[in-house]
């Protein structure tokens, strides 16, 4: 099944925890409507500029530790589970 979801983050934050998205397939990520290259990996890895780091392990989105998150700025995904 494929689901879409909006999350709204805190500011000053570069990470997103949701238990919904753990084990999980990350199909698309978008930032204020940009596509993000989304990298699948529980190791804590270096992202930068254009890339999310899905941690299915953890239900984690980790943005840019030096961009983080503006006042009510919108982060879209679309995920897959499994039947």
Excluded: C, W
């Excluded at 925890?17 to 940009?34: F, H, N, P, Q």
């Excluded at 890895?45 to 299915?56: C, D, E, K």
């Amino acid at each position: 099944m494929t689901l879409e979801k909006t999350y709204h983050p805190a500011e000053g934050l570069s990470s997103i925890y949701d238990a919904s998205i753990a084990y999980t397939k990350m199909l698309m990520v978008a930032r204020e409507g940009v596509l993000y290259d989304v990298i699948e990996s529980n190791d804590d890895i270096l992202i930068t500029s254009r890339q999310v780091r899905h941690a299915p392990a953890y239900g984690e989105l980790a943005f840019d530790s030096n961009i983080p998150f503006n006042l009510n700025e919108s982060i879209n995904i679309v995920y897959g589970t499994n039947p």
